[in-house]
Nanobody, 125 residues
Framework: QVQLVESGGGLVQAGGSLRLSCAAS????????MAWFRQAPGKEREFVSA????????HYGDSVKGRFTISRENARNTVALQMSSLKPEDTAVYYC??????????????????WGQGTQVTVSS
């Protein structure tokens, strides 16, 4: 079973950038599609981005499209989320998630069986 550990969160001013990273262990990383979700206080966990097991397809939520970029390095068992032009509304706990690989990228929380503990991102105005 794969274990996921996020890192890279922090406090940043609006308009700034952050890079989140997720390290996977305990499984065959290339067997999984990977995703990022986020959850702000009092809100539902929201899909942010996902990438297919071979990196060939990516998908983004409407609120982050054009500002965030997801990538993965299967040789290093890592997936990253580069966040630019950050806004206060991007403030949330960001979670890395894994799902056994499928051709289509899934965007529902229920499709992902493995989760990290989350990393806090705070964007000040």
């Amino acid at each position: 079973q794969v274990q996921l550990v996020e890192s890279g969160g922090g406090l940043v001013q609006a308009g700034g950038s952050l890079r989140l990273s997720c390290a996977a262990s305990g499984g065959t990383f290339s067997s999984y599609n990977m995703a990022w979700f986020r959850q702000a206080p009092g809100k539902e966990r929201e899909f942010v981005s996902a990438i297919r097991w071979n990196g060939g397809i990516t998908h983004y939520g409407d609120s982050v499209k054009g500002r965030f970029t997801i990538s993965r390095e299967n040789a290093r068992n890592t997936v990253a989320l580069q966040m630019s032009s950050l806004k206060p509304e991007d403030t949330a706990v960001y979670y890395c998630a894994a799902a056994l690989r499928t051709y289509l990228i899934r965007v529902s929380r229920s499709d992902y069986a493995h989760w990290g503990q989350g990393t806090q991102v705070t964007v000040s105005s």
